[in-house]
C-alpha cells in the first residue's frame, strides 16, 4: 500500500450513532449488570464469612441480598428506560432500521465473510447494528426479560410489604408456569449465564471492531460517534 491510498483509506466522516439516553442506560445497566453476577454468586454460594463479633448478628446474608435488589430495581428501570427509547427516541430510528438490514442477505453474507477473514470490508450498513449483532442482541433482551420475570418471582418471596406483597400473586402464576420455585431459582441462574456468556463476547467483538475497523467502535458508546470510512 502507497502513502497516498494508506491517507485516502484513514480518512473519516463523523456520524452520530447513538442518543445521550442510550448511553447512560448502557454504562448504568453495564454496572447494574457487574453488581448483580457478583452478589449472585454469593446468594448462589456464600462465599464470605462475616467478621466475628460480639453482636447478636451483624445481617451480612441480608446486606447482600439488599445490595442484590437495589442493583436489580435498577436494571428493571434501565430496561423499562431503554425499550422506550427503542420505540419512540427520535435517534433510535438507526436501531430500528437494523431490522431491514438483518432481512437483506447480502448484508448477513458480507457480514460472515467480514468475519471469517475473507474480506477486508465491512459492509454497508443503514443501521447501526449488522445483522449477527442484531441477533445476539435479541438473546440478551430475551435473557434479561427471563431474568428480570424470575428475579421478581423470588423478590415477592423475600419482602412481602408494598411492592413486593403487590407483585405476589401475579408472580405466583409465573412461578406455577415455570413449575415451582426451584425451577425460578435454576432458570435465573441459566439467564445469568447466558448473560455472562453476552458480556465477554460483546466486550470482545467491541474491542476486535474497534481493532480491526478503525472507526471508533467503542467511542460510540462514549460520545455517541462513530467514524466511517470516506472510500
Ligand atoms: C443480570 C441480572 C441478574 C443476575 C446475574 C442475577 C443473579 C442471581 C443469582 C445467581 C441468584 C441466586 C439464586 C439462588 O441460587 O438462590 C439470585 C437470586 C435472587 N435474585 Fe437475581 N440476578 C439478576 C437480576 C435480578 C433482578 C432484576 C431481580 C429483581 C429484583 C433479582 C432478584 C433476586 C432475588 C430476590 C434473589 C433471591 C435472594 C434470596 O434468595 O435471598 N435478580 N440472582
Not at 435473557?143 to 400473586?169: D, K, M, N, Q, R
Request: charged residues 15%; positive net charge; glycine residues 6%.
Amino acid at each position: 500500500m502507497n502513502k497516498t491510498s494508506k491517507k485516502e483509506n484513514l480518512e473519516r466522516e463523523a456520524f452520530y450513532e447513538f442518543s445521550v439516553g442510550i448511553r447512560i442506560t448502557h454504562w448504568i445497566r453495564a454496572i447494574a449488570i457487574v453488581v448483580l453476577i457478583v452478589s449472585g454468586f454469593y446468594i448462589a454460594y456464600v462465599f464470605v464469612s462475616p467478621v466475628i463479633t460480639s453482636e447478636p448478628t451483624n445481617f451480612m446474608n441480608a446486606k447482600w441480598r439488599a445490595t442484590h435488589q437495589i442493583a436489580g430495581f435498577v436494571l428493571i428501570g434501565c430496561f423499562l428506560f431503554k425499550t422506550y427509547l427503542f420505540f419512540f427516541d427520535r435517534q433510535s430510528h438507526l436501531e430500528r432500521i437494523s431490522f431491514k438490514d438483518a432481512l437483506n442477505f447480502s448484508i448477513l453474507r458480507d457480514q460472515l465473510k467480514y468475519y471469517l477473514l475473507l474480506s477486508p470490508k465491512h459492509p454497508h450498513l443503514k443501521g447501526v447494528y449488522n445483522p449477527l449483532q442484531l441477533f445476539s442482541y435479541i438473546m440478551f433482551y430475551i435473557a434479561l426479560f427471563v431474568i428480570v420475570l424470575t428475579g421478581l418471582v423470588l423478590y415477592a418471596h423475600v419482602y412481602h410489604e408494598g411492592l413486593g406483597g403487590l407483585l405476589y400473586t401475579p408472580m405466583r402464576v409465573v412461578e406455577h408456569w415455570c413449575g415451582g420455585l426451584a425451577n425460578v431459582r435454576i432458570i435465573h441462574h441459566i439467564a445469568m449465564w447466558v448473560i455472562i456468556v453476552f458480556v465477554c463476547t460483546h466486550v470482545y467483538m467491541a474491542i476486535y471492531n474497534a481493532v480491526r475497523g478503525k472507526d471508533g467502535t467503542i467511542d460510540t458508546i462514549v460520545s455517541g460517534y462513530k467514524f466511517n470510512r470516506k472510500s
